[in-house]
């Protein structure tokens, strides 16, 4: 494979660009180094590779389906739109993809004790399934607040073996949850592998993440080649904290036609505090061991995050991003959780497929972009995960 012309592996500092690194406290610098090293020794392992490759097809269920989405092609009059299928893995999202490739990564290294975050509680279900296929013990930390919210997730965590923390400081969200874990990995670090849940957080999680979800871009380039006998003009996938999208853009990277765009969310509008769109409407700054875009005030503050789907209510996004969008590679737009709402319906409606409310921003996004487009061309869309999770939000919204 020729390379890119963008730099898409971090350097050994863990930096693209000026964004990524490890902004993190002394004592986690030994712990992230022997985890950076042991992560590049098994990248490149034959052994390694072909069992994670077993995992996803035997029990993940890879590859996932390239689907043309014809009734919405019509429907929408544009370029013809394909689903990736990510929805339809084990679990019901792409998550599994990651989890799956670190928990054999931790039992590799010779850790037996898992612990990961959770907001929403999705990451934290996939940790423990992944666990318990690999028998490892899972501990999931989670705030106060979520347990609330999610309940559904934080009973289905502990059906499959896992001990869920419940984080009582702060706002009692994701961020604290992640502090927490943090907190538990430097203090237990001997026995205990920290899996993070996205392409975030210090080296070397956001390349680690992106390279066990680049899987769903190096299939979805071969299906289009094999179904539509050429490349795409644009890739469409949602952005929380950025693995799917990333996971689905890379394979794409050098291919310049190919148009890569990220959707974060709009929530209920662009005024601060009512999204959670950092590459749209935020800075530069420094969270979670990251440089990185930030929701943050003018004194610096991180800022509160809203959105209709909580997997991407995150106030900042995978450092890669920001290098592709400072490099006018990606392109990061907004939709609102009305559009997202539109597009759940449409898809739901048009193709028996109900999808997260994550993917739905990408779905309607992709519908605008499609009636901008020939009918010879193609987009892809990254179906990142199903909407079973989400009835109740919708059935809230639309009692009808
Ligand atoms: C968690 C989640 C997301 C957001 O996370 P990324 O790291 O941005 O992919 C998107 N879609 C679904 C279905 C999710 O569960």
Redesign the pocket.
Known sequence: MTSPPFACSASSTGKFGKYGGQYVPETLMEPLKVLADAYLRFSKDPSFKKELAGWLGQYAGRPTPLYLASRLTSHVGGARIFLKR??LLHG????INNTLGQALLARNMGKHRIIAETG?G??GVATAMACAALGLKAEIYMGGEDIERQKLNVYRMKLLGAKVHPVESGSKTLKDAINEALRDWVTNVEDTYYLL???VGPHPYPTMVRDFQSVIGKEARRQILRQEGKLPKAIVA????????I?IFHAFLSDMEVGLYGVEAGGRNMSPGKNAAPLVAGREGVLHGMMTYVLQNTEGQVESTESI?A??DYPAV?PEHSYLMSVGRTKYVTQTDSDALDGFRLLSQLEGIIP?L??AHAISYATKLARSLQKEDSIIVNL??RGDKDVDIIARQFPQ
Request: proline share 3%.
């Open positions: 990510e929805d019901g999202a792409h998550k929403a999705q990451h849940g996205s392409v949602c952005v929380g904290g950025g693995s799917n999208s996971g789907s997997g991407l995978g997260a994550e993917p990142s995960g």
